[in-house]
């Protein structure tokens, strides 16, 4: 059984800092991995997809890798802001249409 | 540009109680999919349609029923509410028709549902 997990569960940082965001999954046999935020009360948006052949994506401000071998996603968000405050959810799409997610990150950014 | 769009927002039931969610999307996606968010728990599948007139059980689909009306449509009903349904229920699409979710899925904004 696929199972994510996301280090650390709640992160906070000054404005205008560098952060690296960590996802592990223990089965290697994905298809993709999708990185999704998710505001208080609101639903999930989606951030980046990675497809498995694929080492990385950038998006803006956000960078996120994956190395399938070793079963781990990061997803780097530069110069951060306090818009960027939520929680981050990782999630891999496996062969039976279903999307397994972590617990998340929620991210405090300072001004 | 309204993507994945689920009726009601919020809703409070009495236990015993029945409600159907609605859940449509404007993308021609194939692929739908329901979803509960509980605390600690993360997010869980109970249903999805791979397509048009298919409709398969998730990892917790005891309680539920689905019916996916049309393309556009995915319904999920609760015969006899439980406290144990409270929840926020996503609904979600992807434009994968078959073999695994290949693409990207949006999300709905979410039911709050209350069991009292």
Redesign the interface.
């Known amino acids: 059984k696929q199972e994510v997990t996301q280090i650390p569960a709640a992160l906070s940082v000054p404005e205008g800092e560098n952060l690296v965001l960590n996802c592990s999954f223990t089965d290697s046999a994905i298809?993709?991995l999708?990185w999704?935020r998710q505001d208080p009360?609101?639903?999930?948006?989606?951030l980046l997809?990675i497809?498995s052949s694929q080492r990385e994506q950038t998006s803006g401000r956000l960078n996120a890798s994956l190395d399938k071998s070793s079963g781990r996603s990061t997803l780097y968000i530069a110069a951060s802001q306090p818009g960027d405050s939520a929680t981050y959810?990782c999630?891999v799409?496996?062969?039976?249409?279903?999307?397994t997610?972590?617990?998340?990150t929620l991210l405090t950014v300072n001004p | 540009n309204a993507g994945?769009t689920q009726t009601p927002k919020f809703q409070v039931l009495k236990t015993g109680q029945s409600m159907t969610l609605q859940c449509a999307q404007d993308m021609n996606h194939n692929?739908m999919?329901w979803y509960r968010q509980d605390p600690?728990?993360?997010?869980r599948?109970i249903y999805?349609s791979?397509s048009e007139g298919t409709t398969?059980k998730?990892?917790v689909p005891n309680g539920y029923n689905v019916s996916r009306l049309n393309k556009r449509e995915f319904s999920l009903r609760l015969e006899s509410a439980a406290p144990s349904q409270t929840s926020v229920y996503?609904c979600?699409s992807s434009r994968?028709r078959v073999?695994?979710?290949?693409?990207?899925?949006?999300?709905?904004?979410?039911t709050?549902l209350t069991v009292v």
């Open positions: 298809y993709n999708q999704f009360g609101k639903g999930l948006t989606s997809l497809q959810l999630a799409a496996g062969s039976n249409y279903k999307l997610f972590g617990k998340g | 994945v692929s999919y600690g728990m993360g997010l599948l999805y791979a398969d998730g990892e996503f979600a994968a073999g695994p979710l290949n693409t990207e899925a949006f999300f709905g904004q979410g709050r």
